[in-house]
């Protein structure tokens, strides 16, 4: 039986985080805060995550665009204790990423983009 949409992400996802050790979490979230697909562990809240990352990826348009950056790329946090990723797929869902202190932040973005591009194709 073939696999669903929802089905592939997930895998992708599960294939980010087994290809960086350094991936602890990551969705696809729509912007209007909903899940699309997660592969987050069991004490993390999808609904929380999910609102969140909406609500960073549309301000940071909003602050790249009135401050004349251009077309937002990607929202980096870094806290104490990690970081947390946010890369737009296409228009309409948005790549978070939940990653280790210490990361090696450039393979990462560069293993999100690969991601986001085959996101986008299912989106």
Known sequence: MAKSRAEIMVDRLRTLQADSADVEASAIVSVDGLIIASALPADVEEDRVSAMSAAMI????????????????????????????????????????????????????LDMRRTVEDLSALL
């Open 58 to 109: 549309s301000l940071g348009e909003r602050i790249a665009s009135e401050l004349g950056r251009g077309l937002l790329n990607q929202v980096y946090i870094k806290g104490k204790m990690g970081y947390v990723l946010l890369m737009s797929v296409g228009e309409d869902a948005v790549l978070t990423v939940l990653a280790r202190e210490g990361a090696k932040l450039g393979l990462i973005f």
